[in-house]
């Protein structure tokens, strides 16, 4: 039977505050815990290996999975992967700790968590990261990964590679993986993961550092990025990739290849509400096309890339505060309702070849609503955040890059 480390301790301590926090999602899982941990360590570990072999199993499958399949399949992984972050021991301080950076928002391992369980956006990844490891390796013997802000799990490889071991489809000499993360905590539990995975093989390093200064050792053939939320603010995306897009090898490649930010107007009953009050999970095939057909789109707002990164260039303005200039868009004239509608970012994620992470696909693509752009109309309360313009009107957007990220708009 596996012990906990502290001494003293039986199995049933899980239920101490410390890792309490962490099992209390659902009494369900507490007991699930309780009795996962009478099994022996390698009882365990096998339970964990085998459910991130079968959720990579389906998500590369070419055939169409039932979404009741993978949810199941993807919580098997969670509460497994949980399991071994429970073993981590973490403090309660360390487990939760949450912060905002110069670059952004450091989430708590506590709240990460989730992330394992976002299904399509770990689709859309672990496919085109998939893709591209196939491409590199049809040219060279081996590749070296870097996966910054990879969180306690870092849900876009570790499943990856535990099928890739599993399937023997590429063995340690072909992958070299650097795993980053500014989490003390996170690390921890990553350390936990990857040991319990028996994935060493294939980790060259596991740094504590903040990957927007990070300098890794060896040139990178593939980056593999994800840390943004929705309308692309709060996290950190754009200053990690446009810092660590200068270590790639000239042909290497960055995944996500290509993140298009888009702006539309939109009634938000509609977009919001209406259009997904029939359906059973929000996802880009069960949109309703005439709630897209209602949209106003008002076009590409930035398009992050490869080489729209290595070509950004940074406005500084007074007090330090960073921004980088995005694109003009004109605001449409002759729509009647304009200014009934509210503006909503969204991102269109492409991971690599045809995969990707449609919107609603995953929360980091849901249109977020931004409530402070006026358009023909005037907020009721005058607020200096306020953007007030007419239909008609030149927009240019600008990216701020703080501990705040997000989209300033000015008009020309
Ligand atoms: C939402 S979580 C995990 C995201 C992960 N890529 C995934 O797919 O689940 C975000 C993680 O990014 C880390 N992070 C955010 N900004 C960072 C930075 N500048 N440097 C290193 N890690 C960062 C946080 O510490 C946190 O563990």
Redesign the pocket.
């Known amino acids: 039977m596996e012990k906990p480390k502290v001494e003293n301790r039986s199995v049933l301590d899980f239920a101490d505050p410390h890792v309490d926090e962490l099992l209390k999602h659902s009494i369900r899982t507490q007991l699930e815990s309780l009795l996962k941990a009478k099994l022996t360590t390698a009882q365990r570990q096998q339970l964990l290996q085998k459910s991130f072999v079968d959720a990579m199993a389906l998500v590369l499958s070419d055939s169409k999975v039932e979404h009741k399949t993978l949810v199941k399949a993807f919580s098997a992984m969670y509460d497994n992967a949980v399991q071994s972050m429970a073993l981590a021991q973490l403090s309660e301080k360390l487990l939760t700790k949450q912060y905002v ?1 110069a ?7 506590y ?2 968590k989730h ?2 369980k ?1 299904i399509y ?2 689709q859309g ?1 672990a496919r085109g990261v998939d893709k591209a490891i196939q491409s590199k390796l049809s040219h060279t013997d081996s590749i070296t990964i870097l ?10 490889l570790l499943p990856l590679l535990s099928y890739y071991k599993d399937s023997q489809k590429y063995t340690k000499e072909q992958l070299q993986v650097i795993l ?4 003390p ?2 690390v921890l539990a990553l350390k936990q993961l990857v040991k319990d995975l028996q994935l060493d093989e294939f980790i060259l390093r596991i740094e504590e ?6 300098v890794p050792e060896q040139s990178i053939d593939l980056l ?4 943004m ?1 929705h309308g692309f603010t709060k ?2 995306q754009l ?2 990739a446009k810092h660590l897009v200068q270590f790639l090898t000239i042909e290497g490649l960055i995944i996500p290849q290509n993140v298009s930010v888009r702006g539309m107007m939109v009634i938000g009953e509609n977009e919001f509400n209406q259009q997904w009050k029939e359906v059973e999970y929000s996802h880009s095939l069960n949109m309703d096309a005439s709630a897209q057909q209602d949209r106003v789109e008002l076009g590409e707002i930035l398009s992050i890339n490869k080489s729209t990164l290595l070509n950004m260039q940074t406005l500084e303005l007074q007090e330090g505060i960073k921004v980088i200039p995005a694109n003009q868009i004109t605001l449409p004239a002759g729509i009647e309702d304009m200014d009934k509608r509210i503006l909503a970012i969204y991102a269109q994620i492409d991971t690599f070849a045809e995969e990707g992470v449609g919107q609603y696909d995953s929360g980091i693509t849901h249109p977020r609503p931004d409530m402070s752009f006026y358009i023909d109309t005037k907020p009721r309360d005058v607020e200096h955040s306020h953007f007030v313009a007419n239909s008609g009107d030149s927009v240019q957007f600008y990216y701020q890059l703080s501990g705040l990220p997000g989209f300033v708009p000015v008009k020309v």
Do not use: K, N, W
């Not at 996966?147 to 876009?156: D, E, K, M, N, R």
């Open positions: 950076s670059s952004g928002l450091i989430m708590s391992p709240h990460c992330t394992i976002d956006r770990i990844y996966y910054p802000a990879c969180g306690p799990f870092a849900p876009l980053v993360d500014v989490h905590g996170a550092a903040d990957a927007t200064t990070y593999v990025l994800e840390a939320q996290e950190g200053s990690i």
